[in-house]
């Protein structure tokens, strides 16, 4: 994309200028903001141009990730909600709900994904929503938690148990019985419009199963899950070079015992670790997308490494840039403040540190020569 994904770099960031901080302690990105934004395909990249989309591939659609990242998690988060549900819709859907869903997404409506439920979160094998046929129709009932941008949806896709396997189906968030309860004060990602959603009885077309069929609940999950992965990967990304350009920043301007920290040993040893972060989980998110650019079959381990190397490397870096800042980055609203927060909740989402371990091993173990 060249010139012009750089160009809509520079848009995003005059968009959203110096307003994360006010975001963040307010709870809230302004609706018509993100309908914009969506408006122009900027919530969901990689959808192809023929239904409104960027049609970016994985890696320009990362590179775009890591500078929204960079500049607010919580509008990132919104993001790669409304990216998880065009993939999940384009990847399970028939050709007419493609033609029929797509557009709406590129075209200011806003979208989020129910996955986890108060008893399966890692386990979604342990889902007790359900979607079941009743003639022409089908009812959905069940309880979703933590639906990342769900408060601000016009559109929900929701994964529930149906016949002898799971679907995902499309959801109007002002369906009746359908009830979305705010999150109020999340640890991190504070705007991302974090809820609970309730579904009680809800009605909807046979239509609004996508692709009109039960799949194996391991499929499901892991087709439309795999998404997010990378996008949280990359959106860590941008939380590193966040943290990094701070640190150095305050490092190189501020004095300690005459002469400025970064000449101190032990500071400029954060620093290199920043950097060596940073570099890593840039290295290990471009293998991955060329993975998926390229149709690699490595692309399910390279995106599962690149979600949990992103991660774990961003919230201990976090760490180390308030360390740096001290009380200059201790205050709410700051930079690193808001980063150590949000990085916490990239450690759980898409993926816990612990559940992406687990399939790390048991690639391991898989893996040609392991004895």
Known sequence: ??????????????????????????????????????????????????????????????????????????????????????????????????????????????????????????????????????????????????????????????????EDGAVAVVVPADAPGVRIERIADPLGCRAAGHADVHLDGVRLPADSILGGHPLPPTLLVTTALAYGRMSVAWGCVGILRACLAAATAHAAGREQFGRPLAEHQLVAGHLADLYTAEQVASRVCEHASRCWDEGSPDQVVATVLAKHVSATQAARAAATAVQVLASAGSRDGHAVARAYRDTKLMEIIEGSNELCRLMLAQHALSAPGTP
């Open 1 to 162: 994309m060249g010139d012009d994904l750089n160009s809509a770099m520079t848009d995003v960031t005059l968009r959203v200028g110096d307003l994360a901080a006010e975001w963040d302690r307010t709870g809230l990105i302004p609706r018509d903001l993100l309908r914009e934004l969506g408006a122009e395909g900027r919530l969901c990249a990689e959808v192809p141009a023929q239904y409104g989309g960027w049609g970016l591939g994985s890696t320009d659609s990362g590179a775009y990730t890591a500078h929204v990242g960079s500049l607010c998690s919580s509008l990132r988060s919104v993001m790669t909600s409304q990216g998880m549900a065009a993939w999940t819709i384009q990847r399970l859907g028939t050709a007419e709900q493609a033609a029929a869903h797509l557009p709406r997404l590129t075209g200011g409506e806003l979208a989020a994904v129910g996955f986890s439920e108060p008893g399966a979160g890692s386990d979604l094998s342990a889902m007790t929503t359900t979607v079941r046929r009743d003639g022409d129709e089908v009812v959905v009932d069940g309880h979703k938690k933590w639906v990342t941008a769900a408060h601000y949806a016009d559109l929900l896709v929701i994964v529930g148990r149906h």
